[in-house]
């Protein structure tokens, strides 16, 4: 996958239809899963098996062909995000808890109304 360090290790995440990898850096653990070649329901279900790794020092990177707008009102009581236009016409979307979620989000719900 483009725009991983060297040392990111694959790992082995529940629920997962793509690979995802790990490194640290800096004290911060980010998780990294690319989707951009991927149709619904698959984004949506990685960035929910993604976002159940993550806590306060950790993030979570998304790659995807366009920005997953169903996603964003499923998760946004616990987690914040911002989005990043790549070069290549894909998008980055960083992923973080926030400090005092309610820890709201439905895991169980990775399908998209829209």
Known sequence: ???LPEFAQKINVEGATVDFFK???DGLTTYQFDTSKCGP??????AMAGLRLLDENSQL?????KSPGGLFAKIED???YAILDLPNGMVKVIFR???GGVGSTDFSSSCCAG
């Open 23 to 25: 490194y640290i850096k």
């Open 97 to 99: 808890m926030k400090k």
């Open 61 to 65: 990177f998304m790659i995807n062909h």
């Open 78 to 80: 616990e987690f914040e």
């Open 1 to 3: 996958m483009d725009l």
């Open 41 to 46: 329901p698959d984004p949506m279900v990685n």
